[in-house]
């Protein structure tokens, strides 16, 4: 049998990153992006040349991985759908969130499966958080408190993070990159609703974008949530605490430590899981794979990200922070 051959858009370092898990799990992988450099990048690690137009990649492929800039997302899902591939989203979904409903709602009409590639749901700490609260160990959560704080220069060092996606003040910034923290809360604790939402430009970098935030959600169930992302602080920390009156759990999502204590401040569980920097990002690739071939649904499909993108665009805009006009984007050097 024939392998598989699934198209990335996008190849710069989370596109590539994704053609090579492919690879990895047996697919036959086309590649495009406009951009010279990251198509003979390609080209030298694949042994193949890019394919010369995105027309060529939705033709020739059985699904799609969308690892553009965040700003073309909305237009590579439109294209997926009418095309009738199976698409993977980076995330986020999009960056306006009523169009991004008319697009999920598209998608489930005309039976084509989306998925958005919120990996940290696949890492190993974040499943023994889920599967803790599951089993009730600290009862039902009152409160929870999401942390990713970083320094954005160390992010892809060799590269100017000034002209870097998450610089764009429409269509980047913390809110929109660190948006995994917001799924995380969605995830771990239920639908929520926004509360309040403040950010700032702190002036200790030099883009145009947000580079700190903090926001507050009410879940159905009762929890306040209190999420905090920046751009500003080193050493990074990612980090989750959840607490009600029978106990409070601590996790590092880096380095993998859970840690649970009981009413009287006792240890009831110290635990570390293993972490594999690509393991939650080949494991989503393949849960994408098995539901994209009829194998159940995708552990994060578009209606869940959707909630999620809901939230950081009502964030935003109680922030202040502008919003994105779609009509203003243009498909030129479109590499992640």
Known sequence: MSPRRIGVLGLGSIGMRHARNLARLGCDVLGHDPSVDASRAFESEFGRAATASREQVFAESSAVVVATPNRFHLDDIRDAIVAGKPALVEKPLGHDAELAAHLVRLAAARGVMLAVSHNLRFRPVVRQVRKLLDEGVIGKPAWARFCCASWLPDWRPGRDYR????????????????IHELDLAVHLLGSAALRSAAAQRTGLLDIASEDLADIVLDHESGCQTAVHLDYVTRPRRRVLEIGDPGGALFADLRTGNVKVTGIDGTVRADETQPFDPNGE???????????????????????????????????????????????KASRQGVSH
């Open 281 to 327: 990002y080949l494991a989503a690739m393949q849960d994408f794979l098995d539901a994209s071939n009829g194998a159940g649904k995708p552990e994060c499909p578009a209606a869940d990200a959707l909630e999620t993108l809901r939230l950081a665009c009502a964030a935003r805009g109680m922030a202040g922070l502008p919003q994105s006009n779609s009509s």
């Open 163 to 178: 002209t870097n996606y998450a610089a764009d003040p429409e269509t980047g910034g913390v809110i929109f990159d660190s």
